[in-house]
C-alpha cells in the first residue's frame, strides 16, 4: 500500500515535469493565432488525474498553473491563469471521473474523449467572457475566431496532450509505483 509521502512525492514530481515541460515545448498550432501555443504540460497532470483520481488532477493543475502563470505565461496574468485552470480542470476533472469508474483501456480513451470534449466546450463561454472583458478584444472578433482559430486550438491541444496521456500512462505510473523493480526482484 502506498503511503502519503510517496504519493506526494510523485505528484511533486509530475509537477516538475509539467513545468519543464510547458518551459521547453511552446509551439503555435494555428497560423492565424501565433499566440494560441500548444504545450504539453498537461499530460502530468492527466497522469495524476488517472493515477490519483480526479480533485488530485485538479489540486495539481491549479499549483502548476499558478507557477506556470508567474514564470513561462507571466505576459497573460492572471486571466491566463484562470482559463488555463478551467480549461485543464474541465479536462482533468472528466477525464479522472470516468477512468476512476471504469479502469480499463476502452475507459481510459472514453474519458480522455469527453475530457477534451469538455474542454473544448468549457472554453467557447471562457473565451467570449474572459477574452472579451478583461483582453478588450471586440466580441465579433472572437466569435470569428472561435472557428478558425479557438475551437481548433482547444481540439488540436487536448486530443494530443490525450493521445500522449493514452501512450505513456500505463508504463510511466508502473515505474512511478515501483512495479517494474518489484517484478524483477521478484524474478
Known amino acids: ?70 514564470t513561462v505565461s507571466a505576459a497573460s496574468g492572471w486571466i491566463g491563469l484562470v482559463m488555463h485552470v478551467i480549461a485543464t480542470g474541465a479536462l482533468i476533472v472528466v477525464s479522472g471521473t470516468i477512468y476512476k469508474r471504469f479502469h480499463t483501456f476502452k475507459g481510459a480513451f472514453a474519458a480522455l474523449f469527453a475530457g477534451s470534449l469538455s474542454m473544448v466546450l468549457v472554453m467557447i463561454p471562457m473565451n467570449l467572457f474572459f477574452t472579451v472583458r478583461f483582453l478588450g478584444v471586440p466580441y465579433d472578433a472572437v466569435v470569428a475566431m472561435l472557428p478558425t482559430a479557438i475551437l481548433p486550438f482547444n481540439i488540436v491541444k487536448s486530443l494530443a496532450n ?26
Open 1 to 70: 500500500m502506498e503511503n502519503k509521502t510517496n504519493k506526494l512525492v510523485r505528484i511533486a514530481v509530475l509537477s516538475a515535469l509539467s513545468i519543464v515541460l510547458v518551459t521547453l515545448v511552446r509551439f503555435p498550432i494555428i497560423p492565424s493565432a501565433p499566440f494560441l501555443e500548444y504545450e504539453p504540460g498537461d499530460v502530468p497532470m492527466l497522469v495524476v488525474g488517472f493515477m490519483y483520481g480526479p480533485i488530485a488532477g485538479l489540486l495539481m493543475t491549479i499549483v502548476v498553473s499558478t507557477i506556470q502563470a508567474f
Open 162 to 187: 490525450s493521445l500522449i496521456v493514452i501512450l505513456v500512462y500505463k508504463p510511466l505510473s508502473r515505474f512511478l509505483k515501483g512495479e517494474s523493480m518489484v517484478q524483477k526482484k521478484a524474478a
